[in-house]
């Protein structure tokens, strides 16, 4: 078990109810990032971590979405009230220490949330 | 702000065919320059990088080298399998105004090969 995980692979909802997306990056990573992929679209950036702080939320796209990690290992991602167009796969990666030339994202496998 | 461009898909080849998926980028500096793939109902895969102009990435049997003067890093590769269908991401990352290595994706590219 040496790569990133998530968890849970497939999550459905109903619009206006509240979930929760879990990342375990690879241990050792300090930073940790959550992209959303949506269909037939790039990869969109939503926060980035170092350490147990979020220096980029640039990303997120309103503040119905929020991302904590705690012990510089797990990271939730929270999605209030969740809508339609939240419908997406969420993609965490983590790299050793998201500085310097050629810092390698690993990414997980994905969760893909379907709001109805 | 950075950006990266590669080739609208879907792509299809047929086995042992030459493969190219063209893709340049916009940066401010100095990006290292990545291939992600994607394999159907899988997460994203490291694929190959370069580091600085004129590197040669290389994994598997593609290939893609660092142009500066042409802003691009296409990816080949010289005979295609059917394994290799995917969706293909290039990346770039450069230091950001945070000190972090923000990573830059194009759109991704979709290849099918056939039998």
């Known amino acids: 078990g040496a790569g990133v995980s998530q968890s849970p692979s497939n999550k459905v909802t109903e619009k206006g109810k509240d979930v929760e997306l879990r990342c375990d990056p690879i241990s050792g990573h300090t930073a940790l990032y959550w992209y959303r992929q949506s269909l037939g679209q790039g990869l969109e950036f939503l926060i980035y971590?170092?350490?147990?702080?979020?220096?980029?939320k640039s990303g997120l796209p309103s503040d119905r979405f929020s991302a904590e990690r705690t012990g510089g290992s797990v990271s939730t991602l929270t999605i209030q009230r969740t809508q339609q167009e939240d419908s997406a796969v969420y993609l965490c990666?983590?790299?050793?220490?998201?500085?310097?030339?050629?810092?390698?994202?690993?990414f997980g496998p994905g969760t893909r949330l379907t709001v109805l | 702000g950075n950006s990266v461009t590669q080739m609208e898909g879907p792509v299809t080849l047929s086995e042992e065919a030459f493969l190219t998926i063209n893709c340049t980028y916009t940066a401010t500096g100095y990006p290292s320059l990545f291939w992600y793939v994607q394999y159907p109902g899988e997460g994203l895969q490291l694929l190959l990088k370069a580091t600085k102009a004129d590197d040669k990435g290389s994994n598997k049997g593609f290939e893609a080298t660092y142009r500066k003067e042409t802003t691009s890093f296409h990816l080949e590769k010289g005979s295609v399998q059917v394994s290799d269908s995917a969706v293909y991401f290039c990346?770039?990352?450069?230091?950001?105004?945070?000190?972090?290595?923000?990573?830059?994706f194009g759109t991704g590219t979709k290849l099918q090969v056939i039998p």
């Open positions: 990666a983590s790299s050793p220490t998201g500085r310097g030339v050629g810092d390698t994202q690993y």
């Open positions: 971590f170092q350490g147990n702080s979020a220096p980029d």
């Open positions: 990346a770039l990352s450069e230091a950001s105004f945070g000190g972090y290595q923000k990573v830059t």
